[in-house]
């Protein structure tokens, strides 16, 4: 009996160290790829200034930086022409790191962007880059193909911009459709190098424009507000057949593509998307004292003194510098007279662009308004 318990107890135990070493064997070897992103050989990809791990391959590294696979140098990849789906080549991408449940997809990103160095490409390089708008365009990845779901509905942009030129870059090969119409304000601020490096940009595209007149701004200040009008009656006098307009800064970056953006834009139906926010929030003493900007020392300053009420019996909302506007609302923002009015009232004012687009857009606040695609509380 005893020697049959003893027999069992080597079985088993057999049994559990065989198992032990085959599941270890295969963690090890799924492993493989991801021990790549940290250990092989970096090789500098010097055109869009950042290195990349070369075990990548075109396709795994074109969709995770979001470039075409064309501008991808070949890389001496030791993995297979179609990897596995467990592979690191195959699990790190946008797709899966946005809606992917993977638990351990952020410790993969973790380990690829410890070992990306990003090399800044300075305003002479990128200048020296547009002296060639064939190449340039081509490099960068611009896309000039329209798609016929989004022919018929043109999008216009502004561009709020100071540093950085190949961020600005990165912003426009996002956004840039050739039925797309773009402007781009540069604050007067800004490097003699980078001011040149825009101009560069702006010369290699027919729909891409500078802003007809720069503001400096100051932060907090109408300055920031009149950048954005500025762009906008640029938009309304050129014409065009664009439907929507969104303002950003050239920092920021879209988390839809133009073809997403305009499903969502057609949903809205000319409705405007702008930010409220009523009640003890809008800081009434933003726009109740007085404020003035002083261009000269770069600074808002309060005088001490109160600002008259708003024109036209308006009550203030308060939102974002940053919204999603109708044509229509974009033509009543610059030709109508209380929209006029109510912006010249607020130059002194502090940080007015957060409450401008707001007050005219909820006509729940000020229904004699009669905002285009505003919004009725309903």
């Given amino acids: 009996m005893q020697r049959q318990k003893l027999v069992k107890v080597v079985i088993y135990t057999t049994l559990v160290i065989f198992i032990y070493l085959f599941t270890k064997t295969v963690l090890l070897s799924g492993q493989s790829d991801d021990a790549d992103v940290t250990e092989v050989r970096v090789q500098r990809f010097s055109r869009y200034g950042f290195v990349f791990p070369s075990s990548f391959k075109r396709s795994c590294m074109s969709e995770f930086l979001d470039l075409p696979a064309t501008l991808v140098k070949p890389c001496s990849s030791r993995t297979s022409a179609s990897p596995d789906s467990s592979s690191a080549c195959a699990r790190l991408t946008c797709r899966n790191l946005l809606y992917g449940d993977d638990p351990q997809i952020y410790d993969l990103a973790t380990n690829f962007t410890r070992n990306v160095s990003w090399i800044a490409v300075s305003n002479e390089q990128l200048l020296n880059e547009t002296s060639d708008c064939a190449a340039f365009r081509r490099r960068r990845g611009f896309r000039d193909v329209v798609e016929p779901e989004t022919a018929d509905f043109p999008i216009a942009y502004n561009i709020l911009t100071h540093s950085n030129a190949n961020q600005l870059v990165r912003l426009l090969r996002a956004i840039y459709r050739p039925h797309n119409v773009i402007c781009i304000h540069v604050d007067t601020k800004a490097s ?62 879209p988390l839809r593509t133009v073809e997403e953006t305009v499903k969502i834009l057609r949903a809205y139906n000319g409705a405007n998307d702008v930010e409220g926010i009523f009640g003890r929030r809008v800081h009434r003493g933003r726009f109740e004292n007085e404020w003035l900007e002083s261009t000269d020392k770069r600074t808002l300053r309060k005088t001490g003194r109160l600002n008259p009420k708003p024109p036209h019996n308006i009550d203030i909302v308060r939102g974002s510098a940053y919204a999603v506007f109708s044509r229509r609302f974009v033509e009543f923002i610059v030709r109508d007279k209380r929209a006029r009015d109510l912006r010249e009232w607020s130059r002194r004012t502090w940080s007015p662009d957060e409450f401008y687009w707001a007050t005219l857009h909820h006509i729940y606040a000020n229904p004699h308004l009669h905002t285009p695609g505003g919004y009725p509380g309903e």
Avoid: P
């Fill in 192 to 253: 003699q190098s980078f001011r040149s490096a825009v101009d560069g940009i702006q010369r290699c595209f027919d729909n891409i424009r500078l802003a007809s007149h720069m503001e400096t701004i100051i932060w907090a200040g109408y300055s920031r507000l009149q950048a954005d009008i500025n762009c906008m009656k640029d938009h309304v006098d050129a014409g065009g057949s664009w439907k929507y307009l969104i303002n950003t800064a050239a920092l920021a970056f």
